[in-house]
């Protein structure tokens, strides 16, 4: 018996598709696809919310000091000549930082290991890339769904079918977040 659905594809192609679609429904919070698909995302979406939930409130806050660049009033940066160079002015800056505990790090990494980047385009600049946003899925993942399912003990998704496609008679459902 096997552990896991094919998908009638090869294996490159399967985690392809599945990683792209786990990575829509945490980005959306809803797909749609067909029931065997939904089955399997569902697996690994509830596996990354559980890892989310565990590892949530596990990081430090530090202190540090960073160097920010002096701007003018059009927000561009100060610069004064030294020793016939122009240079950068800069201010020292004390910064609050999330430091993650080593297995808070590992659960970014085995969730950076399933997601895709996600870059969020504004309709107005379509094709363009001025003013595209690069969206953080695995802060989304511990700030976001790891408070909001904190209480609950598994069964974050819900799958509700919509009927049969028309090309092929499969059963088109629609994953959700809870």
């Given at each position: 018996m096997a552990m896991y659905r094919k998908l009638g594809k090869k294996s490159d192609a399967r985690k392809a598709l599945l990683r792209n679609q786990v990575t829509q429904l945490l980005y959306h919070g809803k797909i749609e696809?067909?029931?065997a698909r939904a089955k399997e995302v569902r697996k690994i979406a509830e596996h990354l919310i559980t890892l989310a939930v565990k590892e949530k409130d596990n990081f430090d806050e530090v202190t540090v000091t960073a160097?920010?660049?002096k701007k003018d009033k059009d927000g561009k940066r100060i610069k004064e000549v030294v020793d016939g160079k122009k240079?950068?002015?800069y201010d020292e800056v004390e910064k609050k930082v999330k430091k993650d505990q080593p297995s808070?790090?590992?659960a970014r990494r085995q969730m950076l290991k399933v997601l895709y980047p996600v870059v969020e385009v504004p309709t107005e600049a379509a094709g363009k890339k001025a003013n595209t946003k690069k969206i953080d899925l695995v802060a989304k993942l511990f700030d976001e769904y790891g408070a909001k399912y904190a209480s609950r003990k598994g069964g974050y998704t819900r799958i509700v079918k919509v009927g049969e496609r028309r090309g092929d008679?499969?059963?088109?459902v629609i994953l959700e977040l809870v």
């Open positions: 696809t067909t029931e160097k920010v660049a240079v950068t002015q808070r790090l590992h008679g499969a059963m088109v």
